[in-house]
């Protein structure tokens, strides 16, 4: 793994390449997660070496699993309130969802024009079971004729159990329950018109329906001084998950009009070593680099063990994007 003699902050290299080579084949405790993210903290080189083990396990564990996705965002709103302190969307008064007959339009042309089986429907929450929309989208697109093609759902947890029977019965794919964190704290002070215990139990009803778990983190949320501690219990939690299927680490980034802009942006190593321990942790799952990347800052997420899931084009009101590897 080329560790040499690199610096580590008063790690001992021996015992890093020891730990690395032992977690080619299994995954770390709580205490050997901590060790390792302060292990890499402020080491290039250590760093690649976790990337390298992470992008290995990857290649061996999702082997034949790679899934092609599409992207429709803002098919629902946010009725948070107030909103997330990190969050950019929703903001404008004037953001425009997408409407039924436009998400049903842009599914035909996935179907008919491309190779794309798969799509997620994201938009924002909704405290509590009211109906948020998303069953009507799904039972339009289903009504449509496309019964070939696999729905993931991202749109916080309105959802009753007749819902989540409901989306089963329409063979929805995934549905998310996204924590962004795990530390009580920094998730109040976050994400203030949310809650935490709601997400977790929310996880669970949908595991109870029969369908994946899909959950996600933010890499630099919360403070500096307990980052190691927060991510490592973020993860182990995860991991506790029933029928956990995929994970997107999202990164912090500063923004217009969002609350957290005194809060420093995430640095793209920190970011790198979150991918590659959500890798090592939750060796089954799919791993996504989600928000806050950059595209070339994306390719080096690969590296660190994402990218078994590839988001080729996007839809929103009015808008169509193709990744530059899409087309």
């Known amino acids: 793994m080329g560790c040499g003699s690199f610096g580590m902050n008063g790690f001992e290299v021996s015992a890093f390449s020891q730990l690395l080579e032992e977690m080619g084949t299994r995954p770390p405790s709580l205490e050997e997660t901590i060790w390792l993210f302060r292990a890499v903290d402020g080491s290039a080189q250590a760093l690649a070496a976790l990337c390298e083990v992470a992008a290995r396990v990857r290649d061996r564990e ?48 996935l179907r008919e024009e491309t190779e794309v089986r798969q799509f997620h429907l994201s938009g924002g929450s909704l405290r509590g079971p009211e109906d948020c929309g998303v069953v009507g989208i799904v039972e339009a697109i289903r009504d449509a004729g496309f019964v070939d093609m696999d729905v993931v ?20 794919k995934r549905v998310f329950s996204v924590f962004e964190t795990t530390n009580p704290q920094v998730f109040s002070a976050t994400k203030p018109g949310d809650d935490l215990d709601e997400k977790r139990r929310f996880a669970a009803r949908i595991a109870q329906a029969g369908m994946e778990v899909g959950s996600g983190i933010m890499a630099g949320l919360g403070p500096v001084d307990t980052r190691f501690e927060d991510y490592a219990k973020a993860l182990s939690d995860l991991a506790a998950l029933e029928n956990l299927s995929c994970v997107y680490v ?60 590839t988001i080729p084009c996007s839809f929103s009101k009015g808008r169509t994007h193709w990744a530059a590897s899409g087309r």
């Open 62 to 109: 999702m082997n034949g699993r790679d899934e092609v996705e599409a992207a429709f965002n803002s098919v629902v709103p946010c009725l948070l309130r107030p909103l997330c302190c990190y969050c950019p969307y929703w903001r404008d008064e004037n953001q425009e969802l997408m409407s039924v007959e436009e998400i049903v339009q842009q599914v035909r042309y």
């Open 153 to 172: 759902v991202n749109c916080g947890a309105s959802f009753s159990d007749a819902d989540l029977a409901r989306l089963k019965e329409l063979r929805v």
């Open 250 to 309: 999202s990164k912090f980034r500063h923004a217009a009009r969002i609350l957290m802009n005194d809060h420093p942006e995430c640095p793209l190593d920190e970011a790198l070593a979150l991918v590659a321990m959500a890798r090592l942790v939750l060796r089954e799952v799919h791993i996504r680099a989600a928000a806050g990347w950059c595209a070339k800052d994306q390719v080096r997420a690969t590296g660190a063990g994402a990218g078994s899931i």
